[in-house]
């Protein structure tokens, strides 16, 4: 059972520079997220999904798009990567039931990005 | 409304205990508590769902006090593996808003 896998596990980017961040879990969870953590500031929701084709915003959505065509798959674009971006980004997954804060999120190992 | 955790940074000695505390400016619909080890990712340690719902995990446990809108985290007879940073994360009653988490609590435990 791999839980939550995230691809790649370091990237550096230039400025401008477009690129997919990659999650998939395979634990049947319908609802899934991406969160950016930053030094001292926690963990920030980025963009949430509740199943397949429903997605919406968290707190810091600019310049960030996801898709959900699969249970399984939860991709994170960057269109135009900033310096602002340089982060460490976590996908959670959890069960959804009646409301998803009813159950534990499953992180995956984190994408460690870089912008310069 | 990111809820607010103290200690910022504890240290402590194998053996000892440690109280970690989450606050919220909003009434609450849940709490849930996370560590998280240098270089990992954050892993789920327990969930709180009704006003005065205490929790236990090995030697950790934790309350949650709707009332003052506050949930605490107790770690027991510390042991060097408890080392890293708590995270708690709220859901805010009423609200439409996702889990919020704070800015976490970093343990350290010493030999």
């Known amino acids: 059972n791999a839980g939550v896998t995230q691809t790649p596990k370091f990237q550096v980017l230039k400025t401008g520079q477009s690129m997919t961040l990659q999650c998939a879990q395979d634990?049947?969870?319908?609802?899934m997220s991406w969160y950016r953590q930053d030094p001292g500031m926690g963990l920030r929701l980025i963009h949430y999904?509740?199943?397949?084709?429903?997605?919406d915003q968290g707190e810091v959505p600019n310049g960030y798009n996801v898709s959900r065509s699969t249970t399984e798959d939860f991709p994170l674009r960057l269109l135009s990567a900033a310096p602002s971006q340089t982060s460490v980004y976590f996908c959670a997954s959890s069960y959804l039931g009646r409301t998803q804060f009813n159950y534990g999120y499953t992180f995956g190992s984190g994408t460690r990005l870089t912008v310069v | 409304q990111q809820p607010v955790q103290s200690p910022q940074a504890v240290i402590l000695r194998e053996g000892e205990d440690a109280v970690i505390n989450c606050s919220s400016s909003k009434a609450l619909y849940s709490v849930h508590w996370y560590r998280q080890k240098h270089g990992e990712a954050p892993v789920f340690l327990m969930i709180?769902?009704?006003?005065?719902e205490q929790k236990g995990h090995d030697k950790i446990s934790a309350s949650f006090n709707e009332k003052k809108q506050q949930s605490s985290l107790y770690l027991t007879a510390s042991q060097l593996s408890y080392s890293g940073t708590y995270f708690c994360?709220?859901?805010?009653?009423?609200?439409?808003?996702?889990?919020?988490f704070g800015s976490g609590t970093q343990l350290t435990v010493l030999p």
């Open positions: 634990m049947n969870h319908e609802y």
């Open positions: 999904s509740v199943g397949a084709g429903i997605t």
């Open positions: 994360g709220t859901k805010e009653r009423g609200s439409a808003r996702q889990l919020t």
């Open positions: 709180l769902l009704k006003g005065g």
